[in-house]
């Protein structure tokens, strides 16, 4: 067979580096593993009902294109809602197979060939692959830990030049849990108004915040008509296997979008549409409910690395704590793995989330309380051996 058989663009990207770690603990035995960004809650009853529903009334067949009008109307009702902008669910709208489906047709509805994208970093693993693969180049710019992670006028603006088509804004933040206010959304709106850039607002977290509600980009004026919003299920309301979000957006970027779903994917699965519809109109307390959960195991978690003298920045969303380890003199995936060996206990380096990650952890605390506790004290252990010299 000819060596130049297989995409060069495709060849040349690396695996995740999540999966790449996880696939190494899937052979270990007795690890507790504090690495999947996973809610560890069943998918509420009532929603799984309206699931089954579907199926026992034969709902089996493809929905349109865009998804279920019924859907596409209740996402456009709570965006509305969090947001205050209007969406028409006939053309501002997709239902998509996941955020990330949503990310990647994004991407690929605006990217000619050789456009800049931004992207800030550390940050969900997808993006730099989904803005190669749709011939873009990527633009990394490092979130500093002395800026809450959060991104800032100062960072950005050296970055951006004459061929920046997008940037990417990935809050509530995978991996650190970092939330955006809007006092320094206002900021970044200004220059991508000034700049005439598109933005693609990553919001699967929103419903996952602590001390303040999640406040959208697309809220301020001049950014809806610029704003790819994403959002979807997996998060908020425990549907990960479900496979379901979606897109909200300008007419003629969701018109392109909707091309390319309609060629690669035709439709999201059905079934999930109508448990998301439900999940809208009857799922908010159920949100509340595992929002409170998880911000008591993110106190707890802050509480435990003060006992053990490991710094780490507060987050203030999501459900992932990304400690500092520099003080321990190792690489992150020396950390990380000496952790595994050790202490049979799986965390995820910060690498794997963008090089300026080296020297943080990503844990997360969408596990029950009791996991966590023994989790923290096999952390302890490991951190007593390494500071006592030990190997």
Known sequence: MRDDILSRKTAAIPPSGIRRFFDLVSERSDVISLGVGEPDFDTPWHIREAGIRSLERGYTFYTSNAGLAELRREISVYLEKRTGCTYDPKT??????????????????????????????????????????????????????????????????PAMSEKTKALILPFPNNPTGSVMRREELEKIAKIAVERDIVVISDEIYSELTYGGEHFS????????????????????????????????????ILEQMVKIHQFAIMCAPTGSQYAAIDALKNGEADVEKMRDAYDKRRLYLLGAFKKMDIDCFAPEGAFYVFPSIKKFGLT?????????????????????????????LRISYAYS???LKEAMKRLAAYIKKLTQGEK
């Open 217 to 252: 980009i697309v809220s301020l004026p001049g950014m809806k008509e610029r704003t790819v919003l994403i959002n979807g299920f997996s998060k908020s309301f425990a549907m990960t296997g479900w496979r379901l979000g979606y897109a909200a957006a300008p007419h003629f």
């Open 332 to 360: 992150s995936e020396q950390f990380a793995f000496g952790l595994l060996d050790d202490q049979k206990l799986a965390v995820v380096p910060g690498t794997a989330f963008g090089a300026c990650g080296e020297g943080f």
């Open 92 to 157: 501002e709208i997709l239902v998509t197979v996941g955020g990330s489906e949503a990310i990647d047709a994004a991407l690929r509805a605006i990217i000619n060939e050789g456009d800049e994208v931004i992207i800030p970093q550390p940050s969900y693993v997808s993006y730099e692959p989904c803005a190669v693969l749709a011939g873009a180049k990527p633009v990394i710019v490092e979130l500093r830990e002395q800026d809450r992670f959060k991104l800032t006028p100062e960072v950005l603006l």
């Open 369 to 371: 309380l009791d996991d």
